[in-house]
């Protein structure tokens, strides 16, 4: 899927996910906080860009939307330190991290992978993203999730556990990064449930505002 940078676009790679990175979210799902930030995965067919509808999965029921930044990489290569990191990414968008609950009840506990309750198809709605250079201050970013128009979530890239140079850095440990990769970096509390019908949005005043319906 083609990604939007601005008036550019380029074509998406790898989807990194990055779970538990807001301390108000550990507490409401009573996980532990992390030693290291939690990376996980997305295929690129999770991506789902605006305008296209997000079908209601059938492997689960409690379909949960997680309202995330999300960092798009312009650039290959590792960063030498993590100051340097941020040298990386190219742009800032807001998405959905979407997620069944139910699985991951039953994954969880097993110690089992995580595919069936993250990696889904359409699990990944993204939308376009702005140049971080017009952004005033990276760690400074407030968001909203809504669902129907309602907010359900409010979160500031200043409550982030793990920055994101931290964050790229440490990816950038295990996979050297390329353009067009993307990163989930974790939801803030207030997560939920979705139904058919639903309409749900993530919105940043310095970003965006952008949105899906669940059919
Ligand atoms: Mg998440």
Avoid at 14 to 29: M, Q, S, T
Avoid at 203 to 209: A, D, H, M, N, Q
Wanted: net charge neutral; proline share 6%; charged share 25%.
């Amino acid at each position: 899927m083609k990604v939007y940078l601005g008036k550019k676009s380029l074509e998406a790679r790898r989807v990194f996910c990055i779970g538990r990175n807001y301390a108000d979210h550990i507490k409401e799902l009573s996980d532990q906080v992390p030693e290291k930030p939690v990376i996980f995965m997305k295929p690129e067919t999770s991506l789902v860009p605006e305008g296209v509808e997000v079908s209601f999965p059938t492997h689960g029921k409690d379909f949960h939307y997680e309202t995330e930044l999300v960092l798009l990489i312009g650039r290959e290569g590792k960063p030498a330190s993590v100051k340097k990191a941020l040298d990386y990414v190219a742009g800032v968008s807001l998405g959905f991290d979407l997620t069944m609950r139910d699985v991951q009840r039953y994954l969880l506990p097993k110690g089992l992978p995580w595919e069936l309750c993250k990696a889904f198809d359409q699990s990944a709605p993204v939308g376009k993203f702005l140049e971080k250079e017009k952004i005033k201050d990276l760690n400074k970013i407030e968001f909203f999730g809504k669902v129907n128009g309602k907010v359900v979530q409010h979160g500031n890239s200043s409550q982030m556990i793990n920055s994101f140079e931290t964050l790229v850095f440490e990816i950038s440990q295990a996979w050297k990064l390329l353009p067009g990769d993307l990163i989930y970096t974790g939801t803030p509390s207030g997560i939920g449930p979705v139904t058919r019908g639903d309409q749900i949005t993530a919105e940043s005043s310095e970003i965006g505002v952008f949105s899906w319906k669940i059919i």
